[in-house]
């Protein structure tokens, strides 16, 4: 009789290991705090962060483009809902409409410079690519066609009503993708590629 057939149904389910090997090896994750590995992030209210925008609308307004955008970076919304995040992510687009070209590079090389400027930048292209993702999302659905027929007037130029507001919303989304791929440019010019590899490999989302 071969081993094989010797092993009955009830010795191949038996425990094959009594000792827990795992503890006593220092690399397992039983002898650590897994958990560790992602702090608590703080979480952020939607009225929390549209708060912090009229802030960072009083520095826009005082002349101070530099204080409103660190403010914005300082405070990132990881751990909130959608409307909180989309709240965030306007006021950061705002304040990148804001700056001229110009100042978009002298801006960030102090920013980088600065105590925290690595981690502020790569905050930054978070929000780049979250504005990228959000634009393309939009001025894709503005592009599809409509399902339901709908009624358009005639107005005196010969275009019709649904037409001019689709075009306004289209030039309006190119505008912004615009600076937020002039902004990406300056920022890997300034924090290099490594930045893209962090925020990808981040697990923190904004």
């Known amino acids: 009789m071969s081993i094989i057939q010797q092993h009955t149904a009830d010795t191949l389910s038996d425990a094959w290991r009594t000792i827990n090997i795992d503890a006593l090896d220092p690399d397992s994750p039983a002898n650590f705090d897994v958990s560790s590995l992602h702090p608590p992030l703080a979480e952020i209210t939607e009225p929390e962060a549209r708060h912090l925008a009229t802030q960072v609308r009083q520095l826009l307004r005082g002349g101070d483009a530099e204080g409103a955008l660190r403010g914005c970076l300082d405070s990132p919304v990881y751990n909130g809902n959608d409307l909180a995040k989309e709240a965030h992510l306007a006021t950061v687009i705002e304040v990148l409409q804001s700056i001229k070209a110009s100042e978009m590079t002298p801006m960030l090389q102090r920013i980088y410079a600065s105590p925290g400027g690595v981690e502020a930048l790569d905050v930054l292209m978070k929000y780049l690519y979250k504005g990228m993702a959000s634009n393309s999302g939009a001025s894709?659905?503005?592009?599809?066609?409509?399902?339901?027929?709908?009624?358009?007037?005639?107005?005196?130029?010969?275009?019709?009503?649904?037409?001019s507001r689709s075009l306004a919303s289209s030039d309006s989304t190119g505008a912004a993708m615009s600076v937020l791929l002039s902004w990406h440019e300056k920022v890997v010019d300034v924090a290099g590629l490594g930045c893209i590899g962090r925020v990808m490999t981040d697990f923190r989302r904004v």
């Open 140 to 163: 894709s659905s503005s592009a599809s066609p409509a399902r339901t027929p709908t009624r358009m007037t005639p107005q005196p130029t010969g275009f019709s009503q649904i037409g």
